[in-house]
């Protein structure tokens, strides 16, 4: 049998009354709410984890979600999965000047990569007559997180970000997204975090690497990779292991060589930026049969791959055949050239501009955009036949 709720007026005068029992997160919502308005709590600023939020309420942590869930439909929050809940700031103020000046920020400017979408954004800025201010963090996480931080305050209209290195520094990005402040990510997505994207087909460009490699007869094939913490790498190993798989072949995991991050860093710091994949791949040529192929993920483990060649004294192709992802000018001047995967920076920068450009005219609230760009193989001497040729195909 239900209980009804009897108010104290009504009781007095020996009347029933059935009230609705309100549901308890719309009190929690009701606190919540009140502090994000007075601004108790500040805009940009991530709420305590939901257990605290509970703890501090008397409630469960469904309770508190239930919460955090309807401010977030009002527009109080953003709940970014595996980051936080953040609280929603006002838009920075822009200069009042018609002169537009954006910031260009990333890890290294010094890596092939970021040289080559600099001067394509640099171009089409010019082509705009916009400003271009650059923010290059030197390797530094600690100094990209800074950078980052004071792009808001720099009076820019807003900016081009390559790419955020550190999984730490994602959530600059997130305060970036939550005051307003209008930007593009070129290369890498940050999880959670619904933003305008432009990148290369990772997967596409690994798959066709690794389906060169068997194409020309080889049934071992070893990917030299990073640890996966971000989306391109993971990417391009799906697309390594799909291509095995299509071929009929089980990617071991005694084939993916992972670079050590501190030889990494410190052939960074000695101008010597193919170190990681020298001393990954060492031990693996000392001690494998040969001859033997390798998917390199980056032209840097593309020439750390041929230096450890060099010096044991294999022979490339003949040996080892090698492709790498990414386009950079010294895979021209190795002997033999390098067979690479080619991205199109000045597509991806001008592309990049564009989506900021809109965003600058007025389309800030627009439904975010993520644009793939077509990959291409570019075959040099790199890569060696081995074994008979597949039924059906044609020499070259």
Not at 136 to 148: H, T, Y
Not at 181 to 203: C, I, N, Q, W
Not at 300 to 328: K, M, Q, T
Not at 347 to 375: F, K, S, W, Y
């Amino acid at each position: 049998m239900g209980v009804q709720q009897i108010d104290g007026s009504d009781r007095s005068q020996g009347k029933r009354k059935a009230t609705k029992r309100r549901p308890l997160y719309s009190s929690v919502c009701d606190a919540l709410r009140r502090r994000l308005i007075s601004g108790e709590i500040p805009g940009g600023s991530r709420l305590p984890p939901l257990r605290n939020l509970a703890s501090q309420f008397k409630v469960s942590t469904i309770t508190v979600r239930q919460a955090l869930r309807t401010l977030e439909e009002e527009g109080h929050l953003q709940c970014i999965a595996g980051v936080g809940v953040f609280v929603h700031a006002a838009a920075p103020r822009r200069p009042a000047t018609q002169q537009i000046t954006i910031g260009f920020a990333t890890i290294e400017i010094e890596s092939a990569f970021s040289m080559h979408i600099a001067h394509y954004l640099e171009e089409a800025c010019q082509q705009r007559g916009w400003g271009v201010q650059l923010y290059n963090a030197q390797g530094d996480p600690e100094l990209e997180a800074r950078n980052l931080a004071r792009l808001v305050n720099s009076g820019l209209n807003g900016a081009i970000i390559l790419p955020v290195n550190d999984p730490k520094n994602f959530e600059a990005l997130v305060q970036l997204k939550l005051g307003g402040f209008p930007f593009v990510l070129v290369d890498r997505a940050v999880p959670g975090l619904r933003v305008d994207l432009v990148e290369s087909k990772h997967e596409q460009g690994a798959y066709m690497a690794t389906r060169h490699l068997l194409d020309h007869g080889h049934r071992r094939v070893l990917m030299v990779t990073q640890q996966v913490d971000l989306e391109p790498v993971g990417a391009r190993m799906r697309g390594y292991d799909r291509a095995l798989l299509d071929a009929g072949i089980e990617p071991l995991r005694a084939w993916k060589v992972w670079l050590d991050d501190a030889a990494t860093s410190r052939g960074g710091r000695e101008g010597k930026r193919w170190w990681g994949a020298h001393q990954a791949i060492i031990p693996v040529l000392r001690s494998i049969d040969l001859p033997v192929a390798v998917f390199a993920h980056n032209a840097y483990s593309g020439w750390g791959v041929f230096e450890a060649c060099r010096d044991l004294g294999l022979n490339v192709p003949d040996d080892v055949s090698i492709v790498c992802f990414d386009h950079a000018e010294f895979l021209r001047a190795l002997t033999p050239p390098m067979t690479a995967i080619w991205q199109a920076t000045d597509i991806i920068a001008r592309t990049a501009v564009e989506l900021l450009e809109r965003r600058l005219a007025g389309d800030a609230a627009g439904e975010p955009e993520h644009i793939q760009i077509d990959v291409e193989l570019v075959e040099r001497g790199s890569v060696s036949r081995f074994g008979p040729r597949p039924a059906g195909q044609a020499s070259r």
